[in-house]
């Protein structure tokens, strides 16, 4: 997890890979399948419903590539969203491993988003949406962070530097572990 342009796609393929998993990516799976009022939704940098996106998220999730571990990036993303998370993973009888949590000041997200705008050209990267979507995270996502905190699953990682620096930074984060509490 993070704020938007914080790094999570980019960090989240390099996990993936390394691990042999897939790299399961909310944004990315609207981003395919969305259309009509989703769409417009996304665009004007607001939450999809919760029900929605954890459909599509168990879909993808219940797919066989993801039997053996996935790293998920944008998911959950309110605190509804982790509690079925939970529900999800613990009827499998899975669990987390990590939460991590790439950190990086205001003004390099806004750049990064920015500059991401013009290869990209998501339509959620302009001045507006990149606004609002942070604000969306500091309200609505950033209370998974004490949350996960509590559970000793969160890995926090300087997002600052260029993508190998922080890839470095996470690995490390991952390796030296820390001890799991059950859900809560
Ligand atoms: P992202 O690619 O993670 O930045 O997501 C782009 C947009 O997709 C977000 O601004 C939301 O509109 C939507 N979205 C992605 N993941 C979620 C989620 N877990 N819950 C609700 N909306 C989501």
């Not at 609207?30 to 607001?46: D, F, K, N, T, Y």
């Not at 949590?101 to 920015?114: G, Y």
């Not at 890839?167 to 390796?175: K, N, P, T, V």
């Amino acid at each position: 997890m993070g704020p938007p342009g914080s790094g999570k796609g980019t960090q989240g393929v390099l996990v993936a890979q390394a691990q042999a998993v897939p790299h399961i990516s909310s944004g990315a799976v609207l981003r395919a399948g969305a259309s009509g009022e989703v769409l417009a939704q996304m665009a004007a940098g607001e939450l999809i419903g919760d029900d929605l996106i954890a459909g599509l998220m168990w879909t993808r999730l219940r797919d066989a590539d993801a039997a053996r571990g996935f790293v998920l990036d944008g998911f959950p993303r309110d605190v509804e969203q982790a509690g079925a998370l939970d529900a999800f993973l613990q009827e499998r009888g899975e669990g987390l491993d990590a939460v991590v949590l790439l950190e990086a000041p205001r003004d390099d997200l806004l750049a990064r988003m920015l500059a991401r705008a013009e290869v990209e050209q998501r339509p959620d990267d302009n001045p507006t949406t990149i606004a609002r979507r942070l604000d969306v995270y500091e309200s609505e996502t950033e209370p998974l962070v004490a949350l996960y905190d509590r559970r000793g699953l969160l890995r926090r990682v300087d997002g600052a530097g260029d993508p190998a620096q922080i890839a470095a930074r996470l690995d490390a984060a991952l390796r030296s572990g820390g001890q799991a509490a059950a859900p809560r």
